[in-house]
């Protein structure tokens, strides 16, 4: 980088020489004047960036000199900084200003202010010399297209034309990319916040089923009663299965990716298919033979195909035909995924169909173009969610009274064998019955929770322990009190359940652990991927059958 001049103007050849002594280090041309005339020469011989003026000179004071270089032409826009040995009044400061000045030095100086403020003026200078080049390049190129454009005005017209087409072009892909961004930061604000409401929401779940049918249990059996609480069981089973499609939405739910043949897993609810649309409507049946193995967790999978054939249904009072097609092709694949190989799964009905409005708001969360009470407007979403989560994606095809196709993108199976929870692997083991007494902590927070929790325990005959924090849990086992599992919560202020996890397998060897949680986005580092889980809003048998497993799994290694 070529040095640019600084003028120093002192009328003491010591404090030029301090000056010259501590600019040095910016390795800048440092030229000295002890009066306005020598300095007014050299800015006459050179081109100057910054300049340092003394305020108190004897034959021109320093407001003066900036005076008169200010009305200079070339150096109208110079920094120049004052430095002053006594204390300014403001009266004075506002002089200098008004001279020209952009900065004041008191004396005594420190180095590193003066450096630094200097620096900051040279880097101005530097880059206003930038972009003064940069414009006149700017009005060269200018004034020579401006020139080619007149040459001719059919080559005027032909630029103009292309240029409109440019912007055109331009101004869509970037109200794409606006749109895409917009979408990508709506999709994961919303699912932040869905987290966060599946665990609270969860929490007063788990503690409403759990007191719920503990209450079924020991009432007497009268209809009224039942009729009551199945009443409050199915709405509270509504809310998990909302808070659920949220999760799915949102991605945040909990999949298991296994190697699934899409053909048998259509044949396996076909007849569920058929009894959700009913008689009126034909199902058509256009799956390709020998497809490769998906790897999608079959369960969601199921839900999704259940809910696309509910909104054909919807789409067709009057009867008609749904066509669900399935082949590997990578014809209308989505930009957006890579090069490896999907399966294209469509499903097609001859309903109304839906306007372009409708199409682009179709996988909004609780859009629905149903009547109320119909439908929650999660159905798309969710479906939209699980092909996002399993690496694929979704497109939706309609045109009004032309009928809507809904196609999935999913990943194929890169061997024969998938993905599969440490739960389902853990065979159980027929010894382990609900008579067995185990002395089981439970380790959460909520209060709530975790007295339903323990009585759950309590009436399978367990004896349940209790703490409301991790620490609390590990003052408890470090006191060598008798513990056959613990039960912990994993969102806890202070040291999460995951965390309580690793400390306990540390210092605790061979007791086991179940980690519970109301939101499925759970760490799977340091072997945590190999702990059981349960996602509340868990129910009694639940509990039980995963007790039994973890038990399963500490005899199985020892």
């Not at 005076?67 to 200098?96: C, K, W």
């Not at 969360?365 to 999660?378: A, I």
């Not at 194929?412 to 064998?417: H, K, L, Q």
Request: glycine share 6%.
């Amino acid at each position: 980088m070529k040095p640019v001049n600084i003028l120093l103007v002192d009328d003491q050849p010591a404090k030029l020489l301090s000056y010259e002594v501590i600019l040095q280090e910016l390795g800048e041309n440092l030229i000295k004047a002890q009066s306005a005339r020598d300095a007014f020469e050299h800015l006459l011989r050179t081109e100057v960036a910054v300049i340092l003026v003394d305020v108190c000179m004897p034959e021109q004071d320093g407001f003066e000199l900036v005076t008169m270089i200010r009305e200079h032409p070339r150096y109208q826009n110079t920094a120049i900084i004052f430095v002053s040995a006594v204390m300014l009044a403001e009266p004075d400061r506002l002089r200098g200003y008004a001279a020209g000045a952009v900065d004041y030095v008191s004396v005594p100086i420190v180095p590193e202010v003066l450096r630094a403020k200097v620096r900051v003026f040279v880097d101005l200078y530097r880059k206003t010399r930038e972009l003064e080049r940069l414009n006149a390049d700017l009005e060269a190129r200018v004034h020579q297209r401006t020139a080619e454009l007149e040459s001719s005005s059919a080559q005027l017209r032909q630029l103009n034309e292309e240029l409109e087409h440019r912007i055109e072009q331009r101004t869509r892909e970037r109200e794409e990319a606006l749109a895409q961004l917009f979408e990508a930061q709506k999709l994961d604000t919303i699912g932040h916040l869905t987290g966060g409401v599946a665990h609270d929401f969860n929490n007063l779940l788990m503690a409403i089923l759990g007191s719920l049918n503990l209450l079924k249990k020991r009432l007497p059996a009268e209809d009224r009663i039942e009729r009551l609480i199945g009443n409050a069981i199915q709405a509270a089973e509504r809310g998990n299965a909302l808070t659920q499609r949220l999760l799915a939405f949102a991605r945040r739910q909990e999949l298991t990716p296994q190697a699934t043949d899409f053909l048998s897993l259509f044949h396996n609810v076909q007849d569920l298919l058929s009894k959700a649309v009913g008689p009126r409507i034909e199902i058509r049946n256009e799956i390709a033979e020998g497809l490769p193995p998906l790897l999608i967790d079959s369960n969601q999978l199921e839900l999704a195909l259940l809910n696309l054939f509910v909104n054909a249904r919807d789409a067709m009072e009057a009867g008609g035909v749904v066509t669900i097609n399935a082949d590997l092709t990578s014809e209308g694949r989505p930009a957006s995924l890579n090069e490896a190989n999907f399966i294209r799964i469509s499903v097609s009905d001859t309903g109304e169909g839906m306007d372009e409005e409708t199409v682009l708001r179709a996988a909004e969360p609780f859009f629905t173009t149903k009547g109320v009470g119909k439908g929650t407007g999660l159905g798309l979403s969710m479906i939209q969610g699980l092909a996002a989560q399993s690496g694929g994606s979704i497109a939706i095809s309609s045109r009004k009274g032309f009928g809507t196709t809904v196609s999935l993108w999913l990943p194929v199976a890169d061997g024969p064998g998938g993905v599969e929870s440490t739960a389902e692997r853990v065979p159980m083991t027929p010894s382990l019955t609900a008579s067995t007494s185990l002395a089981v902590l439970v380790v959460d927070d909520d209060a709530l929770v975790r007295i339903g929790t323990l009585a759950m325990l309590e009436d399978l005959g367990h004896l349940p322990l209790e703490a409301s924090s991790a620490s609390q849990a590990l003052e408890f086992l470090s006191q060598g009190r008798p513990c056959d599992l613990v039960i912990t919560d994993h969102a806890m202020p202070g040291m999460t359940g995951a965390e309580l996890a690793r400390e306990i397998f540390s210092s605790f060897p061979g007791l086991p652990v179940i980690l519970a949680s109301g939101y499925a986005e759970l760490p799977d580092d340091h072997g945590l991927h190999q702990m059981l889980r349960m996602m509340k809003p868990f129910t009694q048998e639940q509990l039980q059958a995963t007790v039994e497993r973890a038990l399963a799994e500490k005899a199985a290694a020892a």
